[in-house]
């Protein structure tokens, strides 16, 4: 297969100024790097102050890079998560069933990864929040207590209403 041509969007958002465009030049050098990628030409832009959000700044980058082969492609897609990216050459490409089956493996294989990544992390997340309602059941009182009138307000909004009817 020939080598394909494409253009990605790479946004960075954080805090603060210096550190947000460090965090995306760093993280352009580094897709730089990758093997079966090589960058022909990028811009990274000033990183601009996002409204409504306390010292927040967001940055992008254009990165036209030029890629070994679809796997490349693929591999860019979950490790970087461009904004945006789009083959530009070839226009048209053939592949065989055994390279598409090879590519789906590897997604495959990463969308269980994250999968099994998610569930870990809802898992860790539930035995956290057991160990510190027993640590400190006060703060979970005071909680329980603020849900509990929220679901009588509730309750008492819907029986005056049915009551209209």
Not at 112 to 121: E, R
Request: charged share 30%.
């Amino acid at each position: 297969m020939e080598k394909l041509q494409a253009n990605l969007v790479l946004e960075i958002l954080g805090r603060p100024k210096e550190h947000v465009t460090e965090a995306l030049n760093e993280l352009v050098n580094k897709l730089g790097t990758e093997k079966g990628i090589k960058i022909i030409e990028k811009k990274l832009h000033e990183p601009i102050s996002v409204k409504d959000a306390n010292e927040l700044f967001t940055t992008f980058a254009h990165v036209l890079v030029e890629l070994d082969s679809l796997e490349n492609y693929f591999g860019i897609m979950f490790a970087y998560m461009p904004s945006n990216f789009e083959i530009i050459n070839p226009e048209k490409m053939m592949l065989s069933n055994v390279n598409l089956n090879e590519l789906a493996g590897k997604l495959i294989e990463r969308l269980h990864n994250y999968d099994a990544i998610t569930k870990k992390a809802l898992m860790d997340n539930e035995i956290l929040a057991k160990k510190l309602h027993e640590v400190a059941p006060h703060l979970f009182k005071q909680q329980e207590n603020t849900q509990t009138t929220e679901v009588k307000k509730k309750e008492t909004k819907v029986k005056k209403t049915r009551k209209k009817k």
